[in-house]
């Protein structure tokens, strides 16, 4: 009997270890909330979600997925063949260790990529500690699995080498085994499990699912709002947690991360994971939350995880943008967002404990259904002159413009007045709900406070299934989002379209002729509520190629775009940290030379001309637009006055 | 210290709404920091304004539902004169300077006060338990920032002023499962010992509304005195009782300059500011 | 109707200045009353007085529009109206009413022994009521002690009540006060103690109140209910409270505040009030939105100790413009402006501080503003009572070294 033969035992080993280790972990994820999951359709696209889906995420990153896929799948290979032979008859063909060989062979192709990852300097956003060890078990692993299969494949000419590789083989592997539950290895069971169990199956196969689930806010007794312990989370969640594999995209992403806010996506995932299972088994290794707030550290499966006596810091908790680049770039696909609106969510509707200066929007909403305590009568006061057509006074309209909050704001009501000009001078029918326009309550859901949020939607709701429109357009992607995505689930589903889409179609159909604006280089700023929200990221650029401006891209653009800073309610949650997201953006913009930053939201307009200092002018491209149409008119009137004489 | 909070009908001043009023949120603030327990009392046609009250701090509302046009007061001294009697008597009765919503006369807790007997104390901004049992120590904001301590004897009735600590925010879910007990106004209240010394007194009792928003009271108030509010422009203040004409000057010495600059500071009273007043 | 006749001897005498041994005629001068009888405006003139400071850009300042002494008697000449008596310049009359034929009370606070704005505007409210239809009221000024200028801010006579320990005693004196002297209104503020006791007072005599007034005449009384979304408008009643920068001060010729007799007038102690002392308020550790006096410190100051040494000697409070908390030389919660503090305070000493339009915004409510600033075109120059082009760099160890000399 060779050395070789045990191997398919060391398999068996190893599965029967890492099911113990995994276990424990399942336990754990029992004790979170109910979720339904639909294991059958989950298991069955299973395959498809890991090599098209998450394959995709991590191919962003050459370097990692040339170095995972023959290091996983080696792996897997190995062990798969491997058990196979535990049938005698096959494992007395060396064709068959041959076969093994090769596969240990492509696994450890495969962990010398790793290590090229890793040393002799790790990229900054990797984590260290057991991560940065993983490459040697796995090596030893690899290699000794190579060597053994190698020599049984040749008839076994070294026993005494054989032996030697196949203890080293064993301890490697049942080492890589141990990690199942709190090590490395936990991502791939932990994982794979997620990719079959997740919260969002509507995600996977090109699909798009970023809207804010709602909580039930009459639960009968006296059960908790939101989430305030790991039990709180529902089970799926806490398994996302574990799938975590500290690759740090999330966090080189983080625009709160990189202003110096107390936030780091990947820190607070692997703190949520440690928290359940009662804090950290191996000291956390990755990059600290910048200019963390220091914290008790008590964790466990039914304490408090957002105190300072706990895991996580509320200064953590509140600097989130809810942009969701780290949910766009995670190759696990976590959904971060979503952990720290329920973490919020627990924050206030149970505690009251939002930031100081956060409690006065929601202070407004409540009061006057207005986040500036604004009264919604005054919200067409803007545009007196302009006689928009109201709802309520019997109007009929193809139309419905959302107005948004931006028309309280001076700012904002340029923009507005700028689309509305073009609307007029499209020819197109619209009205206005006027006084009946309550927020849509984007700040307040994101802030937590789902009850208010839930009682605006409502009322939004109602007004609008008064009324007969075709389609609901607004300039604010915020509102866009809300209306689109996030009201069906209260009965209103409507067909919401933003101002730059629409824009587009009116150019496209020639109801508008801008002229070409020359002369100055525009760069676009996607909003994450448009761009990676809701994927729209054509429109506004062909909209700008249409006035025939030259554009330039900035390095992060599009889904994958840099928030500005606005979103989220971080404007006035206004976490101190080294610098401000706007003017880190802002010198993205500046860096490519570009004169104008287009933008498509007002919250990305505020932001941005909030930056001081030498930079790019901020004009929305409503209003690019509009001058290029009025451009466009003066053009035609001197055509006209010169074709006269002739 | 068991502590009980007037709640009167507010509106908010934007949208007309029912909202719960500020200071007697900030009241709510100073009841929850001496007594987990506390309670809201409330005597009115409806609990929309005060139910957030619960959300606030407050462990239970009290809601004595009187119809529409009721003068509040009769409700509330009833009550509170069977609470007084009863096993857990408040000790302490907190109230916003002035309730609003109704009139906005805040006579409200200063009728309540002499109807019981007991004393009042205005203007609180904090509010803590004497060394003596049965006392209750009471910070007054004064001008300029001055306080005054007063020992007051319990149980009394105070006051709050709006520079209060900042109350503790809405929660949602504590209002949810906040208890509110709703009674029917007192019968009984010709019994009592305070109100009957007080007979005599419909006129006043019946400008007392503050508590009850809807209420429509005072015999000199007839409804045709009533009419929509017109905003009237405050007095500039920047006028002032400056000198006029001569106060400007170029490039004094700057030892000149310091004496221009004290003597402008004594002249209108300034350099006092911070002494304690004789 | 018959055309007014003009007076060219009445003209020609109006316009005479008297300055030296020849009199010389002021052509420009208008202040004959128009054919119309009623008093017309010069802007050009108004403009000529406004102009500070003749350099190579002119500087208007229409802030300080006070009439001069010459003027204003002049003004109140041609307005019978008001005042028979003849005014001598430099010595205003005295206002006396000898038999008053019906009393206002105005309670006053006075804290410092000092009249604040809101007091005159007590006193304008009484003054207004007294003197309204056919005149004669007297205004009595209910005081604690001592007070200067009681006569200048309205006052015919002056009753100074013991002081009295807690408010129930307060209001027990104030109504023994009011049931013997049967005056035809109380009038307070709408403000701290003031409001206290009017309220007792109500209580105690079993009479209405009406609070926060918002608007005054002598016929009606008007202030808001129900959050402000309706008003009410009443003859004015006996007790009343008016609301804060409602009612005009007072501003014509003094009154004589002579005192009565208060010897009458016993005041108890509240036996509920088992003690009771002040807290003077410190300057340095007090929210901006709550001081009476700010010393601010804008781009012109650079040695930022020095300034905090200064506003802690001036015993303001400190503050300062978003620049400098931006800089993070001084906390944001020091900044002032709409997106920091809007100050309430009665003072603001901007150091180097040129008045940003949200800075200003900030400031709005400050009576006196004092500026030293090196620009004399700084918005903040223009806003300023006193205002001072200079280097506040240099003003500060000034006034720093003149306070430890006149502290000495």
């Known amino acids: 009997m060779t050395a070789a033969a045990f191997l398919p035992w060391l398999i068996v080993a190893m599965v029967v270890v890492a099911a113990v280790q995994i276990a424990r972990r399942v336990i754990l994820w029992r004790s979170g909330r109910p979720a339904r999951v639909d294991w059958l359709a989950g298991l069955k696209a299973l395959p498809r979600r890991y090599l098209v889906d998450v394959h995709h995420v991590v191919d962003r990153d050459r370097s990692a997925s040339r170095m995972h896929v023959p290091t996983a799948g080696g792996l897997v290979l190995a062990c798969a063949l491997l058990v196979v032979g535990l049938v005698p008859a096959i494992a007395a063909s060396r064709l068959y260790f041959g076969l093994v060989a090769l596969a240990f062979l492509v696994m450890t192709a495969g962990v010398v990529l790793e290590v090229r990852r890793r040393y002799p300097r790790p990229l900054p956003r990797l984590s ?22 190698f020599l049984a494949s040749l008839g076994d000419p070294l026993p005494a080498v054989s032996i030697l590789t196949l203890l080293l083989t064993t301890a490697a592997g049942l080492g890589l085994a141990g990690m199942a539950g709190h090590g490395p290895m936990r991502h791939a069971l932990a994982g794979a499990a997620h990719l079959a169990a997740h919260p969002r199956p ?73 928290a359940a299972g009662g804090g950290y088994a191996q000291p956390y290794a990755g990059n600290a939350y910048p200019n963390a707030r220091p914290v008790g550290g008590a964790a466990g499966l039914h304490a408090p995880i957002v105190s300072p006596e706990g895991l996580v810091h509320p200064d953590t908790l509140w600097s989130c943008t809810t942009c969701r680049a780290c949910v766009e770039e995670c190759p696990m696909m976590i959904e ?16 009251g404990a939002v930031p100081l200066k956060a409690e006065e929007p929601l202070a407004n909403f409540r009061g006057a259904d207005e986040p500036n305590g604004r009264a919604l009568a005054e919200r067409t006061d803007f545009a007196a002159d302009l006689r928009l057509k109201v709802m309520k006074d019997g109007a009929t309209a193809e139309i419905l413009l959302w107005l948004g909050g931006a028309a309280f704001d001076l700012r904002g009501q340029r923009t507005l007045r700028a689309l509305i000009l073009a609307l007029n001078a499209a020819g197109v029918e619209f009205a206005v709900l006027g006084e009946e326009e309550r927020d849509c ?14 009682r605006l939607a409502k009322a939004n709701v109602a007004t609008l299934s008064q009324y007969r429109f075709s389609r609901i357009l607004t300039a604010d992607p915020h509102a866009l989002h809300v209306l689109r995505n996030e009201y069906p689930a209260f009965g209103g589903s409507f067909d919401v379209v933003h101002h730059t889409a629409f824009l587009a179609e009116m150019v496209a159909a020639g109801r508008l002729a801008p002229a070409a604006l020359t002369g100055k280089a525009v760069t676009y700023h996607d909003p994450c509520y448009l761009g990676r929200y809701n994927g729209e990221i054509e429109a506004p650029r062909a909209l700008i190629d249409a006035l025939g401006l030259e554009r330039r891209e900035m390095a992060r653009s599009g889904r994958r775009s840099m928030c500005c800073g606005g979103g989220g ?69 001197a055509a006209v006055k010169a074709g006269e004489p002739a | 210290m068991r502590t009980l909070v007037l709640l009167s009908d507010a509106r908010h001043p934007v949208s007309g709404r029912p909202h719960l009023s500020r200071l007697e949120t900030q009241a709510i603030g100073l009841a929850a920091s001496l007594d987990p327990a506390a309670r809201g009392l409330h005597a009115g046609s409806g609990e929309d304004a005060v139910r957030a009250g619960l959300g606030h701090g407050l462990a239970g509302l009290d809601v004595i539902e009187t119809t529409g046009e009721a003068d509040p007061l009769p409700a509330l001294v009833g009550f509170l004169a069977d609470a007084l009697g009863g096993a857990d008597a408040p000790e302490l009765i907190l109230a916003g300077r002035r309730g609003e919503g109704g009139f906005e006369t805040g006579l409200v807790p200063y009728l309540v006060a002499e109807r019981l007997g007991l004393p009042i104390v205005a203007d609180a901004v904090a509010i803590r338990a004497g060394e003596m049992p049965g006392t209750l120590v009471v910070d007054q904001a004064m001008a300029k920032g001055a306080r005054r301590r007063v020992t007051v004897r319990l149980p009394a009735v105070v006051t709050v002023h709006p520079l209060s600590p900042l109350p503790r925010p809405f929660a949602y879910g504590p209002m949810r499962r906040g208890r509110i007990r709703r009674h029917s106004p007192a019968a009984e209240q010709a019994d009592l010992p305070a109100v009957a010394k007080m007979a005599g007194h419909g006129t006043v009792a019946g400008r007392a509304e503050d508590t009850g928003g809807t209420t429509v009271g005072p015999v000199d108030v007839v409804p045709a005195d009533e009419r929509p509010h017109r905003a009237r422009p405050k007095l500039m203040r920047t006028s002032g009782t400056a000198a006029g004409g001569a106060n400007l000057h170029v490039g004094p010495d700057p030892t000149e300059a310091a004496r221009l600059i004290l003597d402008y500071l004594e002249a209108n009273g300034i350099r006092r500011y911070g002494k304690a007043p004789e | 109707m018959s055309r007014q006749r003009r007076d060219p001897r009445a003209e020609r005498g109006i316009r005479t200045v008297e300055s030296r041994a020849r009199p010389r005629l002021d052509v420009a001068r208008r202040e004959s009353p128009a054919a119309s009888g009623r008093l017309r405006r010069d802007p050009w003139r108004e403009w000529a007085a406004s102009l500070v400071d003749e350099t190579y850009r002119k500087r208007y300042d229409r802030s300080q529009r006070q009439m001069s002494r010459e003027d204003a008697a002049r003004f109140l000449a041609a307005r019978s109206d008001i005042e028979a008596t003849a005014i001598s310049p430099g010595q205003p009359a005295l206002h006396v009413v000898e038999e008053p034929a019906f009393l206002i009370f105005a309670v006053i606070e006075a804290t410092g022994g000092r009249l604040s704005r ?98 005054l005449t002598a016929r009606q009384a008007v202030r ?38 208060a010897s009458d007038f016993e005041a108890g102690a509240d036996p509920a009030i088992l003690s009771s002392e002040i807290i003077p308020g410190d300057p340095a550790s007090l929210a901006l939105s709550e001081t009476d006096f700010v010393v601010s410190a804008g781009n012109g100051v650079s040695d930022i100790a020095a300034f905090r040494e200064l506003a802690a000697a001036m015993k303001g409070t400190p503050g300062a413009s978003r620049v400098v908390c931006d800089a993070g030389l001084m906390p944001r919660s020091a900044q002032v402006g709409a997106s920091g503090t809007v100050l309430a305070a009665d003072c603001y000493f901007a150091l180097g501080i040129s008045g940003a339009p949200q800075h200003l915004q900030g400031i709005a409510g400050c009576e006196h503003v004092i500026a030293v600033n090196t620009d004399l075109h700084a918005a903040m120059i223009e806003r300023a009572g006193l205002a001072i082009v200079q280097d506040a760099q240099l003003v500060m160890p000034a006034l720093l070294a003149l306070l430890r000399e006149r502290g000495a």
């Open chain 1, 128 to 149: 260290l500690g057991q991560w940065q060890k993983l490459p040697i078990p796995l090596g030893v692993f690899a290699l000794g699995g190579f060597v053994t299969a």
């Open chain 3, 224 to 261: 808001p209910i129900r959050n402000g979304a309706r008003e009410i408008g009443l003859a004015p009643p006996r007790l009343m409270t008016i609301g804060e920068d409602r009612v005009k001060p007072y501003a014509a010729a003094p009154c004589e505040a002579r005192p009565i007799d």
């Open chain 3, 118 to 215: 809101f007091d005159r505007q007590v006193f304008g409210a009484a003054r207004l009521l007294a003197d309204a239809d056919a005149g004669g009221g007297a205004v009595v000024a209910i005081t604690t002690g001592e007070i200067d200028g009681l006569g200048e801010a309205g006052a015919d006579r002056m009753l100074a009540l013991p002081s009295a320990n807690g408010g129930q005693a307060r209001a027990a004196a104030l109504r023994h006060a009011v049931e013997t002297l049967l005056p035809r209104h109380v009038i307070f503020a709408e403000d701290g103690d003031s409001a206290d006791l009017a309220r007792r007072l109500s209580v105690a005599l079993g009479d209405d109140l009406m609070s926060g007034v918002e608007h």
């Open chain 1, 441 to 454: 309550g984007d700040l307040a859901r994101r802030l937590g406070d789902e009850a208010t949020f839930q």
């Open chain 1, 569 to 637: 309610g971080a404007p006035v949650t206004d976490i101190p940290g080294d610098t401000r997201i706007p003017d880190i953006r802002m010198g993205q913009a500046s860096d490519t030379g570009a004169r104008i930053v287009a933008v498509a939201c007002p919250q990305c307009t505020a932001m941005l001309e909030g930056v001081t200092g030498e930079r790019p002018e901020v004009r929305d491209v409503a209003e690019l637009l509009w001058e290029a149409v009025q451009a466009g008119g003066r053009n035609e009137a």
């Open chain 1, 336 to 351: 971060h967002v979503d952990a720290i609106v329920d973490l919020r969510r627990f924050q206030t509707l149970e505690r």
């Open chain 1, 202 to 274: 509507e995600r996977f196969g090109g699909g798009r699912s970023t809207e804010l689930r709602p909580i039930d806010l009459d639960a009968p007794g006296t059960g908790k709002l939101g989430a305030e312990t790991p039990a709180d989370f529902a089970w799926n969640r806490l398994l996302a947690f574990d799938a975590c594999v500290q690759c740090g995209r999330c966090e080189a992403a983080c625009p709160a991360f990189a202003a110096g806010q107390p936030l780091s996506p990947k820190h607070l995932i692997v703190d949520l994971a440690a």
